[in-house]
């Protein structure tokens, strides 16, 4: 028969449990400040985004956190730094899908492995637009495809750089539809911007967020949405599925991941408080504002999304035959 647990040997037990969970904790809380990497220049959806959730989980992290922009080759600048940190759950990369589901199958080698990212979360996704110069006689998706199809390779069509989604879109256009454009690559979204607006170029795929102003403004039209559903910030807008090109989904997605080799407890502990916020109304009427819908999946659901992206892409690459340096 067991001896009866004395108050004194129970006041021990209960102290050693606190002291372990304590030690958990800590395990899972950073010491240090937690830096999220943005691996593109301040000011835009990648960085606007990950800034809105910090001011909310500061309290989760009393040693600090702050967003740093270090910017440069399509974000593999910034990815690199990411992948050789310290894999202890104080450094982040949060990018748009480039350097983590695209690059890989661009550029013929890379300074990281971007098969070995550790996923956190997928915070929100973007849909991508079609956009079109007013000058272009079109009003609709339907009569867009015709006119292209009655003028090849006589339209233009912007993007954000060689690689960039707004280019790897557009590729995924004219597979499915059978139709050829002149690409004009550009240095960012803001100079294509004003050039579809000076009617200099014909059509864009651009991030919703930054053409839906103009739309409304006048200054262009957009034709489609490339989600599967319409988007809250233009719902008048149809999107390709409804307009006749069903497999015609792309949207730019914003992730969190960690350099290889960080313990599931960090990983655990970095979902736990970025996902919460993503919840709130507050959050989401801001990213509302971007064009953004917020996700907050689990570590595995982001892994097999970023997969999923990570192969589809990969196909639109090999069939456009897109190469980078």
Same mark, same amino acid.
Not at 21 to 29: E, F
Not at 133 to 148: D, Q, R, T
């Given at each position: 028969?067991?001896?009866?647990?004395?108050?004194?040997?129970?006041?021990?037990?209960?102290?050693?449990?606190?002291?372990?969970?304590?030690?958990?904790?800590?395990?899972?809380?950073?010491?240090?400040?937690?830096?999220?990497?943005?691996?593109?220049?301040?000011?835009?959806?990648?960085?606007?985004?990950?800034?809105?959730?910090?001011?909310?989980?500061?309290?989760?992290?009393?040693?600090?956190?702050?967003?740093?922009?270090?910017?440069?080759?399509?974000?593999?600048?910034?990815?690199?730094?990411?992948?050789?940190?310290?894999?202890?759950?104080?450094?982040?990369?949060?990018?748009?899908?480039?350097?983590?589901?695209?690059?890989?199958?661009?550029?013929?080698?890379?300074?990281?492995?971007?098969?070995?990212?550790?996923?956190?979360?997928?915070?929100?996704?973007?849909?991508?637009?079609?956009?079109? *110069?007013?000058? &272009?006689?079109?009003?609709? %998706?339907?009569?867009?495809? +015709?006119?292209?199809? /009655?003028? #090849?390779?006589?339209?233009?069509?912007?993007?954000?750089?060689?690689?960039?989604?707004?280019?790897?879109?557009?590729?995924?256009?004219?597979?499915?539809?059978?139709?050829?454009?002149?690409?004009?690559?550009?240095?960012?979204?803001?100079?294509?911007?004003?050039?579809?607006?000076?009617?200099?170029?014909?059509v864009f795929f651009d991030n919703i967020s930054s053409s839906a102003q103009?739309?409304?403004?006048?200054?262009?039209?957009?034709?489609?949405?490339?989600?599967?559903?319409?988007?809250?910030?233009?719902?008048?807008?149809?999107?390709?599925?409804?307009?006749?090109?069903?497999?015609?989904?792309?949207?730019?997605?914003?992730?969190?991941?960690?350099?290889?080799?960080?313990?599931?407890?960090?990983?655990?502990?970095?979902?736990?408080?970025? *996902?919460?916020? &993503?919840?709130?109304?507050? %959050?989401?009427?801001?990213? +509302?504002?971007?064009? /953004?819908? #917020?996700?907050?999946?689990?570590?595995?659901?982001?892994?097999?999304?970023?997969?999923?992206?990570?192969?589809?892409?990969?196909?639109?690459?090999?069939?456009?035959?897109?190469?980078?340096?």
């Open positions: 028969m067991s001896p009866p647990i004395t108050r004194r040997l129970a006041l021990t037990l209960a102290a050693a449990t606190f002291a372990g969970a304590g030690t958990l904790a800590c395990a899972q809380q950073p010491s240090s400040t937690v830096k999220l990497i943005v691996p593109f220049p301040a000011g835009g959806t990648a960085d606007v985004l990950p800034r809105i959730l910090v001011e909310k989980v500061r309290s989760a992290y009393p040693a600090g956190i702050v967003v740093e922009n270090k910017s440069g080759a399509g974000g593999n600048i910034g990815a690199e730094s990411v992948s050789r940190a310290d894999p202890d759950g104080t450094t982040f990369l949060v990018s748009p899908p480039g350097p983590i589901a695209i690059n890989h199958h661009l550029y013929k080698s890379l300074p990281f492995d971007a098969t070995k990212w550790v996923p956190v979360t997928v915070l929100a996704t973007v849909p991508n637009v079609l956009a079109v *110069s007013n000058k &272009l006689p079109v009003k609709n %998706v339907e009569e867009f495809v +015709a006119y292209l199809k /009655a003028n #090849p390779r006589k339209v233009s069509y912007a993007s954000q750089g060689n690689g960039s989604t707004s280019h790897l879109t557009a590729a995924m256009f004219m597979q499915l539809t059978g139709t050829e454009m002149i690409h004009i690559p550009y240095k960012g979204t803001a100079p294509a911007l004003v050039d579809i607006v000076g009617a200099n170029v014909d103009f739309h409304t403004g006048g200054k262009l039209k957009i034709l489609a949405v490339s989600d599967e559903k319409r988007s809250q910030l233009l719902p008048q807008v149809p999107t390709f599925v409804e307009s006749g090109i069903p497999g015609m989904v792309a949207v730019t997605f914003f992730s969190m991941v960690a350099p290889p080799g960080t313990p599931k407890a960090a990983v655990d502990y970095a979902h736990k408080q970025f *996902s919460a916020e &993503l919840l709130t109304p507050d %959050v989401q009427q801001k990213f +509302a504002l971007q064009g /953004a819908t #917020p996700a907050g999946w689990t570590p595995a659901r982001s892994g097999e999304f970023i997969r999923a992206e990570s192969a589809k892409w990969s196909r639109v690459i090999k069939s456009a035959n897109v190469t980078l340096e």
